[in-house]
Nanobody, 119 residues
Framework: QVQLVESGGGSVQSGGSLRLSCVAS?????MGWFRQVPGKEREGVAS??????KYADDVKGRFTISKDNSKNTLYLQMTRLRPDDTGVYYC?????????????????WGPGTQVTVSS
């Protein structure tokens, strides 16, 4: 069992930046960030595994995912934030070393952190 705890959410104006952190209770090879807004399904934002990082098309060039294995911590640096980035951001970890795009493939989830971007 891996426990995940996110931090770093908040409210910013459009064009601003935030950095999310996720501390894991154990080491995992695949970790990712997902976003959910009311009425919509949870969607992948970025993930990182043994093969490297992957990003959703709408965050490429603006978000950077990174992982500090010595601290079991996952980060998401978000820049040039837009109102449509608003949502609850969840950290997730899979059991294997490869990150799927599907949330159902992730076994462990954090409670989420709210990100609100105002125009």
């Amino acid at each position: 069992q891996v426990q995940l705890v996110e931090s770093g959410g908040g409210s910013v104006q459009s064009g601003g930046s935030l950095r999310l952190s996720c501390v894991a209770s154990g080491g995992t090879s695949c970790m990712g960030w997902f976003r959910q807004v009311p009425g919509k399904e949870r969607e992948g934002v970025a993930s990182i595994d043994l093969f490297g990082p992957k990003y959703a098309d709408d965050v490429k060039g603006r978000f950077t995912i990174s992982k500090d294995n010595s601290k079991n911590t996952l980060y998401l640096q978000m820049t040039r934030l837009r109102p449509d980035d608003t949502g609850v951001y969840y950290c997730a970890a899979a059991r294997g070393g490869y990150c799927s795009d599907s949330p159902s493939e992730y076994a462990f989830w954090g409670p989420g952190t709210q990100v609100t971007v105002s125009s």
